[in-house]
């Protein structure tokens, strides 16, 4: 999923198919070590999830604290 594809009603089944099968598995697994640069992946997380994924600059922010 890229820019607004996903986000539109439209597109919400493959969307959801799309996360099935590129980010379930990897997330379920490793939720607490996982990072997503793009909006359109954390959003992806956030809907199916419930979860709220960091950008890799948030992380490093917190490492740097």
Same mark, same amino acid.
């Given at each position: ?44 997380? &956030?809907?199916?999830? =419930? *979860?709220? %994924? &960091?950008?890799?600059? =948030? *992380?490093? %922010?917190?490492?740097?604290?």
């Amino acid at each position: 999923m890229a820019g607004v594809f996903g986000h539109e009603t439209q597109n919400q089944t493959m969307s959801r198919e799309i996360y099935d099968i590129s980010w379930r598995k990897n997330f379920t697994e490793r939720s607490a070590l996982c990072l997503a640069t793009g909006y359109s992946c954390r959003s992806q997380v &956030k809907r199916y999830e =419930q *979860a709220v %994924l &960091k950008h890799p600059v =948030q *992380a490093l %922010l917190e490492v740097m604290k």
